[in-house]
Structure formats: structure tokens, C-alpha cells
């Protein structure tokens, strides 16, 4: 980082998922047949109803600033949806902030909760911007590295082993970005109850919950008692599961003297999100109707899903994956094939775009950079030639490593 910047910005990196999607945009521009199976977001549009709100607000002229924690409107239908996906429970509307995405939300949460010499434990694989927003807080990001036994998953004496008093807080993800691990809610109990004994702060991102493949939404820390959620922060938005990533509308779901500091901090860096988005979600988040989008997107990555494990046990029966029970991402690894010339998986991808033209995310993103993301956010017909040349590729890599030790031993 330059000298002429703060040192508010001095860990600052891009992101590495950003960075992939505009070096496929720039390859396709060039006119390379690219198979793009790096990007984080829904390959569906917006469901037509939302897409209609937007539009009639805009012609209705709703279109000045909005209260900066939401439109009651909105933070109300986003409480009765909390409600009904987690058995009924109580959900207050005054305790949401609506905000510019999940991600804002997320940094208003550890910008008021961390700061400087405190450490936030980041279960890792983490997406990218987890360890980068408590950074932005001033605070540590501590990576906690979970079994692959366990689909990477952290236990709580993982946790315990990465904790001490300077500990402050735990970023939870599930469904997981990057490799579509779902904890359990016995699981999430067991944390929230070490992390009440340890005074820990939870922020958890929940942005993938609806995209489960399990019965309903994944299980959630608003299914667990009041008296465990005490210091719990839920993340959430419209992106994923009403796909609507570029309307740029999320939500914290926090104590209320919390959500009103969030608010505070909000009203000083972006005011309010964007009214006429914030009108389209309340048409997402508080018509029923809208439901029968949402289970047909996830019925289309489930089916893409089954067909990408059974060719990876198929065709690739020597390479390591996480079954995804959640989001849209297999990350498997590929450290079999690595060799001088191709030493870790962000080399690896390198190579793939350069000799076969596909795009995934190399694993150095999340955390560990002996794996790799492939995202199914992509049309089926893209998918099945991705992994046909991602197949080639493999096999030609590991028949160069075979070479090269054949000619080593010769």
C-alpha cells in the first residue's frame, strides 16, 4: 500500500473474486469463448414482481431519501419473514437496519462492535471480505482452520484453541462462501453457547440461508433461545435468494441499542440504501408469491448440484471436494497436480483460463490456497462444458507431474 494512504487502509487487498470476473469480462471482449464459473451471484433474473416494484415506485414517484435505518415498510416485511423461517418466533422491526448490501452491514456491525488490538476469530475457509472488513474496524482477524473431515467446518474447541481475552468477536458463515458447508443447529448451539461464556460478540452472515438443500432454510442463530442471541448480530439481504445482487439491499438484525449505533454510523458514511431498491424488497421480502421464485432458483441449483458432484466422483475420483449442502459453490482442492510449474491453486487457475479459457476462484482468496471455488451460478449448458475442459485439464496437469518424475527417476 502506498505511503501517501492511511494506515486506516494499509491490509486493504482487492478482491480476488472481483478480480476474476473482470479478467473473464476482459477475455470475452477479446473475443476468448470463456466459461465463467467464478462469479459469487444468481444466474436467474429478479423475480418479475420485485423487478415490477422498483419500477412503480420509480414512476410513482418514491424516489426521495428514505429513513436511514429503512423503510418501515421494508424492515417490517423483513421481520415477518425472519419470523416465519424460523418457527414463528418474535422478530422486532425496529431491531433491523436496512443498509447498501449484506457487506455494509456486516462493516457497520464490527465497526461498532471491534476495534483497535482486538481480535475477531474468521472461520476459515472465510470469504473474502470477512478478515478484510474487521481489518477496515482496526481490529485482528484471526483465521481458525476447520477439519476437512468436517466439510471445513469449526468446532467449538477449535474456536477455544484460537481464543484469549483479546478476543472479541466470532464472523460466522453457513451456508458458507466458499465451500457450501451448512452447520447444523446443534452445531450453531454449541457456539453460541461457548461465545456466551467467553463474552464473544457473533456477527453471523447469513446472506446464503435460503439457498439450502436440506428442508426449509438452513438452520439459523434465530432458531436458537433469546437468552443465547444476546450478543448475536444476524446478516442477511435480498441477493441471493431473490436475485438481486445489483439492487444492493441488506440487513442487520441486532440488539436495539446496537442497530441504533449501527444506524448512527450509517447516516455519517451512505445515508439510507436506495429507495426505489428498497421498495422492490419489500415486494421480495413480504409477498408470499414471491416464494414460488425463490424455491424454483434453489430446485435449479440443487439440480445443478447432484449432476457437478456425481462427474466430479465420476471423472474425478482422486480429487477432494466439500459436498455443498448450501449456496452455490464446490470447493474441492488440487494440490495432486501441483508441481514446479504449477506450485499452488492460484497458479492452477492461471493455467486453467490460459489453456482451457475457465474462470474459478483459487483458493489463496478464501484463506488456503492449495483449493479452488467453482461457482454453479451458471447456466447448465455452461457448466457441463466448464467441467468437460476443467476434467482435461487436470488429467493433462497430472500426466505432466507423471512425466516429469518418470524423467526424474530415468
Known sequence: MSALFSTNVAALSPSATLA?????ARLKREGVAVVDLGAGEPDMPTPKLVAEAGIRATQQGRTKYAATEGLLELRSAVARRLSLLSAGRPVNADNVVVSNGAKQALLNASFCLFGPREKVLVPTPAWTSH?????????????????????????????????????KGLIMNSPSNPTGAVYTLAELRAIAEWAKRKGVWIVSDEI????????GAAPS?????????????????????YAMTGWRIGFALAPRELAKTMAALQSHATS????????????????????????????RFRQRRDVLVARFRAELPGVEFVEPLGAFYLYFRVDDVFSRAVPNATEFCRRLIADEAVALVPGSAFG???????????????????????VREINRLAAEKAEARQQKAG
Open 20 to 24: 476474476v470476473s473482470a479478467e473473464a
Open 131 to 167: 478478515p478484510q472488513i474487521v481489518q477496515i474496524a482496526r481490529a485482528l482477524p484471526v483465521a481458525v482452520h476447520g477439519a476437512p473431515e468436517w466439510s471445513l467446518k469449526v468446532s467449538v474447541a477449535d474456536l477455544d484453541r484460537a481464543w484469549d481475552e483479546s478476543v
Open 208 to 215: 446464503y440461508r435460503r439457498i439450502h438443500y436440506g428442508d
Open 221 to 241: 442463530f434465530l432458531d436458537l433461545p433469546d437468552e443465547l442471541l444476546e450478543r448475536v448480530v444476524v446478516v442477511d439481504g435480498a441477493s441471493k435468494a
Open 272 to 299: 439510507g440504501a436506495n429507495t426505489m431498491a428498497q421498495w422492490a424488497a419489500v415486494e421480495a421480502f413480504g409477498n408470499d408469491a414471491v416464494e414460488a421464485d425463490v424455491t424454483l432458483m434453489v430446485g
Open 368 to 390: 488456503d490456497d492449495r483449493w479452488v471455488r467453482l461457482s454453479y451460478a451458471a447456466s447448465e449448458e455452461a457448466l457441463k462444458e466448464g467441467v468437460d475442459r476443467l
